[in-house]
Structure formats: structure tokens, C-alpha cells
């Protein structure tokens, strides 16, 4: 159903989107100085380009048979439903009404549904990390003293997020990772997939895509990688 290397590709587009505005522009902020939640909005209209519906910041289903409350539940930073579909039906939510539908003239009677909805299963479920080897800080663009213990964490604990969500089997983390070169992305990468499988957070395999971006604070490379979780 799904396709990691397309969704790659989409999230690709955004980024290279934004970065060609950015150069017409003359623009004074690059990629590596947006903020992650402005970040997400790049990617997101990449991933609406591939004529999937986004939705942002959805709750995780959870196991099947819990009746967790939205709020109770941690969220993903992108669910993708395939072409056609335009929402997701919430199990939890639909076993507590069934329980207060119990010992009604109702109990058994299944609520009207309207068209478009797709099950967790159906879902691409994407978690969203940005990391720089430079970053700004504080409006001063300077060497990220936390780069390498950022990019391990970032993977580590979205992949043993993922890892916890049954439900969620088209899953995966999109690293965005800023650098001084390809080489460097490539190396960095390889070495915090390996730690990242040392602490236990295991993946089934990785691509990424380069995007050459404007050196303004150090970066001269954007590499999109989505490491995609491993099968239960």
C-alpha cells in the first residue's frame, strides 16, 4: 500500500520547493533557520503535492481494545491516508460509545459513518526530527555543540516510540538533518543508526535524498532520510 521511498520523495519536493523560493527570493533565513514547526509546513505541502491527505499532530491508536482518551495518548506528527480517504476512524473512541450504548435500545446499532474514513492500519505514520550540525542561536548562527547526541536521540526515540504502536504498521521517522556536506549527512547518519540499534530501537531499513541549500550559517546540505520502523 505504502511506499517509503515515495513518501521520501514528497517530503523531498517540499524541501527543494522551499529552498528554490528562498534563492528567488534573496531571502535572508535559509531551511536551517526555520523553526521545526515551520519545517512541518514545508513538509507537509510536499507530502499534499503526492495527493495524499495530511493530517497533523493525530493520536496514536494504541493498542487494540483500549478506550484511551485522545488527550491520554501521545501523538504523531503526521498520519498520511492514501489517496481518496480523508479521515481517520478513532478506535478508542469508537469502543467507549459503544460501552455507553450498553443496556440502550441502541446497544448493537453500529453509528452512521460517513464516506472517506480509513482504518490506523491504512495510515503512513511519520514522525518528524530536524537536527543542524550548525544552527542558530539565540539569532546567532553557530556550531551545534549538541549535534551528535541530538541526532541519536532524535532517532532513538522516535523509533522506540513507533515501536510501542501495534496499530501503526506503515510507519517511519523523517529525519531532516542540516550539514556542512554530503559526506559528513552520510557518515553522521550511518554512525546514530548504529547507536540507535545499540539502545535498542530497531528499524527495518533507510534511504535519504539530498538537497543542496545556500550556505548561510554553516550548512550547505539538507538530507532527507526516513528510517522506516521495524515489523513486529
Given at each position: 500500500?505504502?511506499?517509503?521511498?515515495?513518501?521520501?520523495?514528497?517530503?523531498?519536493?517540499?524541501?527543494?520547493?522551499?529552498?528554490?523560493?528562498?534563492?528567488?527570493?534573496?531571502?535572508?533565513?535559509?531551511?536551517?533557520?526555520?523553526?521545526?514547526?515551520?519545517?512541518?509546513?514545508?513538509?507537509?505541502?510536499?507530502?499534499?503535492?503526492?495527493?495524499?491527505?495530511?493530517?497533523?499532530?493525530?493520536?496514536?491508536?494504541?493498542?487494540?481494545?483500549?478506550?484511551?482518551?485522545?488527550?491520554?495518548?501521545?501523538?504523531?506528527?503526521?498520519?498520511?491516508?492514501?489517496?481518496?480517504?480523508?479521515?481517520?476512524?478513532?478506535?478508542?473512541?469508537?469502543?467507549?460509545?459503544?460501552?455507553?450504548?450498553?443496556?440502550?435500545?441502541?446497544?448493537?446499532?453500529?453509528?452512521?459513518?460517513?464516506?472517506?474514513?480509513?482504518?490506523?492500519?491504512?495510515?503512513?505514520?511519520?514522525?518528524?526530527?530536524?537536527?543542524?550540525?550548525?544552527?542558530?542561536?539565540?539569532?546567532?548562527?553557530?556550531?551545534?555543540?549538541?549535534?551528535?547526541?541530538?541526532?541519536?536521540?532524535?532517532?532513538?526515540?522516535?523509533?522506540?516510540?513507533?515501536?510501542?504502536?501495534?496499530?501503526?504498521?506503515?510507519?517511519?521517522?523523517?529525519?531532516?538533518?542540516?550539514?556542512?556536506?554530503?559526506?559528513?549527512?552520510?557518515?553522521?547518519?550511518?554512525?546514530?543508526?548504529?547507536?540507535?540499534?545499540?539502545?535498542?530501537?530497531?528499524?527495518?531499513?533507510?534511504?535519504?535524498?539530498?538537497?543542496?541549500v545556500l550556505d548561510r550559517i554553516g550548512n550547505a546540505c539538507c538530507t532527507a532520510a526516513l528510517v522506516e520502523r521495524a515489523l513486529a
Amino acid at each position: 500500500m505504502w511506499d517509503p521511498g515515495e513518501v521520501l520523495a514528497a517530503a523531498r519536493d517540499g524541501l527543494a520547493a522551499r529552498e528554490a523560493e528562498g534563492r528567488a527570493e534573496q531571502a535572508v533565513r535559509g531551511l536551517d533557520s526555520l523553526s521545526e514547526v515551520e519545517l512541518h509546513g514545508v513538509l507537509e505541502a510536499g507530502l499534499r503535492g503526492a495527493g495524499w491527505c495530511v493530517l497533523r499532530e493525530q493520536p496514536f491508536p494504541g493498542p487494540a481494545g483500549s478506550r484511551a482518551l485522545r488527550r491520554e495518548r501521545e501523538r504523531c506528527d503526521f498520519a498520511l491516508l492514501p489517496a481518496g480517504l480523508t479521515w481517520l476512524r478513532d478506535g478508542p473512541a469508537s469502543l467507549r460509545a459503544q460501552d455507553a450504548r450498553a443496556g440502550t435500545l441502541f446497544e448493537g446499532m453500529e453509528p452512521d459513518e460517513a464516506p472517506g474514513a480509513a482504518d490506523p492500519e491504512d495510515a503512513y505514520w511519520l514522525e518528524v526530527k530536524v537536527v543542524g550540525q550548525h544552527a542558530p542561536r539565540q539569532g546567532v548562527p553557530e556550531p551545534n555543540a549538541a549535534y551528535a547526541s541530538d541526532l541519536v536521540r532524535s532517532i532513538t526515540e522516535d523509533l522506540l516510540k513507533l515501536a510501542k504502536e501495534p496499530r501503526a504498521t506503515h510507519a517511519g521517522v523523517l529525519l531532516v538533518l542540516f550539514t556542512e556536506d554530503e559526506a559528513t549527512a552520510a557518515h553522521d547518519l550511518d554512525a546514530a543508526l548504529h547507536r540507535a540499534l545499540d539502545r535498542g530501537a530497531g528499524f527495518r531499513g533507510y534511504r535519504r535524498e539530498t538537497i543542496p541549500v545556500l550556505d548561510r550559517i554553516g550548512n550547505a546540505c539538507c538530507t532527507a532520510a526516513l528510517v522506516e520502523r521495524a515489523l513486529a
